[in-house]
């Protein structure tokens, strides 16, 4: 054998065999799964901790799930009662910084598994974006808990929060100190604008009450948030009243901002000011009409302030989805038949959706009228009614928590085995379900078979029947549970 044959493409044989080995590997070691050599603690530690934050938690932990779980380890502390706002202001004035970023974080509050999740992974996120930016964590070991200062004395509510320290000098102007502010975002309904302020309002009058003209720091307040369209729509709902509210619960004509930009109280020189804050709506994508969205943006540029969305709206979803719907020959949008006014037949299309969620109620809405503005787009001189569209668009709903798992007990253990081989034996069983219990899988699977008998009663008319099915909802663990049920009955 010649030299040259021993070889492949300019590779030692023996190479090339490892490396062939190592890519029909790859999906085996994907597969390998991780064996944490960790021990368990049990045992909580005391430990000592920064001026104010003294809650264990990793960088990672839900910060909710993180003042709960120490407020089970130490009841007798009481210390997840939260710092009052004045301790709080004291510790906003030792920190000596001219200028503090407030980063106001809204994040769903509940107890469910979802949520928890939900908040896991934007710490994590918002924490990795501080990262990027060049700020750490003073103390990466501990969270505070401020009491909420908008909440009854004596009320339980608290505000989780952590301090970042800027660690570059390479940008002298950028603030060295950040403030993050955990906030429900359930708390702030239905007013969630006139509520940030006063949270805000509190704080700055506070801070003033702790500190003189030569060491009081610049509060300056930007939001991420909110985390749902529900309140993105109550902030609408606001400024589309009549009135201009003051962070203190005053009103003011809203076309006359300056008169209150104008008023000074004797408070620390800022009084009934209005208070300043950019918002980033990372989580809301409902749209509310280009009415409502200019009116708001004018109301933040009035104040100097800025609203931008940093992640596309249903309506640009749904185009997409179109778009795609039409390449795959499951079109519902009507087109004209050749020389013909009577139009082709449509795809029909299923639509099943969270009907608890102005989220989960809104998509199908918003994907009937894409259907109603592209026909239109297309066939300038037709018209057709949205009612119309709902004989080939078939929208169904469903309660969030379709496998009735609720939160456990704070005073109890982790569920017993009992109850999860009873949960593991629930979503194997192929026949409808008894109508008891929590669960919702007998509406689930006879949600499937009235959804087959539809697509049945459509192909024998010789229509082309159900095309496509869409799952619509923010909550993944239901969404799966939905396409189990899906699955055996539409499997292509």
Same mark, same amino acid.
Request: glycine share 8%; hydrophobic share 40%.
């Given at each position: 054998?010649?030299?040259?044959?021993?070889?492949?493409?300019?590779? /030692?044989?023996?190479?090339? @065999?490892?490396? @062939?080995?190592?890519?029909?590997?790859?999906?085996?070691?994907? &597969? @390998? =799964?991780?064996?944490? =050599?960790?021990?368990?603690?049990?045992?909580?530690?005391?430990?000592?901790?920064? %001026?104010? %934050?003294?809650?264990?938690?990793?960088?990672?932990? #839900?910060?909710?799930?993180?003042?709960?779980?120490?407020? +089970?380890?130490? /009841?007798?502390? +009481?210390?997840? &009662?939260?710092?009052? *706002?004045?301790?709080?202001?004291?510790? @906003?004035?030792?920190?000596?910084?001219?200028?503090?970023?407030?980063?106001?974080?809204?994040?769903?509050?509940?107890?469910?598994? !979802?949520?928890?999740?939900?908040?896991?992974?934007?710490?994590?996120?918002?924490?990795?974006?501080?990262?990027?930016?060049?700020?750490? /964590?003073?103390?990466?070991?501990?969270?505070?808990?401020?009491?909420?200062?908008?909440?009854?004395?004596?009320?339980?509510?608290? *505000?989780?929060?952590?301090?970042?320290?800027?660690?570059? !000098? #390479? !940008?002298?102007?950028? /603030?060295?100190?950040?403030?993050?502010?955990?906030?429900?975002?359930?708390?702030?309904?239905?007013?969630?604008?006139?509520?940030?302020?006063?949270?805000?309002?509190?704080?700055?009058?506070?801070?003033?009450? +702790? =500190? =003189?003209?030569?060491?009081?720091?610049?509060?300056?307040?930007?939001?991420?948030?909110?985390?749902?369209s529900r309140n993105l729509k109550a902030m609408f709902d606001e400024v589309s009243s009549d009135f201009y509210m003051y962070p203190c619960g005053a009103t003011a004509e809203f076309g006359n901002p300056k008169a209150m930009f104008d008023e000074v109280s004797s408070n620390c020189g800022r009084g009934k000011w209005p208070v300043y804050f950019d918002m980033y709506s990372w989580g809301s994508t409902a749209e509310f009409g280009a009415d409502k969205e200019a009116l708001f943006r004018d109301w933040c540029f009035s104040r100097g302030n800025c609203f931008i969305r940093t992640i596309g709206t249903d309506g640009a979803l749904i185009d997409a989805l179109l778009e795609e719907l039409r390449l795959r020959d499951a079109d519902p949008v009507p087109e004209e038949a050749l020389d013909s006014d009577d139009w082709q037949e449509p795809a029909s299309v299923a639509l099943i959706s969270e009907w608890d969620t102005f989220y989960g109620r809104s998509l199908p809405e918003t994907f009937v009228r894409k259907i109603k503005a592209r026909y239109e787009h297309e066939f300038p001189r037709k018209k057709i009614e949205e009612s119309k569209i709902h004989e080939w668009v078939y929208p169904f709903s469903y309660m969030r928590g379709l496998d009735g798992a609720l939160p456990e007990p704070t005073t109890s253990g982790n569920p017993t085995a009992t109850t999860q081989e009873t949960r593991q034996s629930d979503t194997r069983k192929e026949t409808v379900e008894r109508p008891e219990g929590n669960s919702q899988f007998d509406y689930l699977r006879r949600l499937a078979r009235q959804l087959r008998q539809l697509d049945t009663e459509s192909r024998r008319k010789g229509k082309p029947g159900i095309r496509a099915i869409g799952v619509l909802g923010g909550d993944v663990y239901d969404k799966l549970l939905v396409l189990q049920a899906m699955y055996r009955l539409f499997p292509n």
């Open positions: 054998m010649s030299r040259e044959d021993k070889s492949l493409s300019g590779l /030692p044989v023996s190479g090339s @065999i490892v490396a @062939i080995a190592l890519l029909l590997g790859l999906g085996f070691v994907s &597969q @390998i =799964s991780f064996h944490p =050599s960790r021990p368990k603690q049990s045992l909580h530690v005391k430990e000592a901790a920064l %001026e104010g %934050e003294n809650i264990q938690a990793r960088l990672w932990q #839900d910060p909710f799930e993180a003042i709960a779980r120490h407020e +089970k380890a130490y /009841p007798e502390t +009481k210390v997840c &009662q939260g710092q009052q *706002i004045d301790a709080f202001a004291q510790q @906003i004035v030792n920190k000596g910084a001219k200028e503090i970023v407030v980063l106001g974080v809204m994040v769903f509050g509940g107890p469910y598994a !979802e949520e928890a999740e939900t908040r896991t992974r934007y710490r994590y996120a918002a924490l990795s974006a501080l990262g990027r930016l060049k700020y750490v /964590p003073e103390d990466e070991l501990h969270l505070g808990s401020l009491k909420d200062p908008l909440e009854p004395v004596g009320g339980p509510k608290v *505000i989780p929060y952590e301090w970042f320290e800027r660690t570059s !000098e #390479d !940008e002298p102007d950028a /603030p060295k100190k950040i403030l993050v502010l955990w906030l429900n975002d359930d708390n702030f309904f239905p007013e969630p604008l006139m509520r940030l302020g006063q949270l805000m309002h509190i704080l700055e009058e506070a801070v003033c009450q +702790k =500190s =003189s003209a030569l060491n009081r720091p610049q509060l300056i307040l930007k939001v991420l948030g909110p985390a749902g």
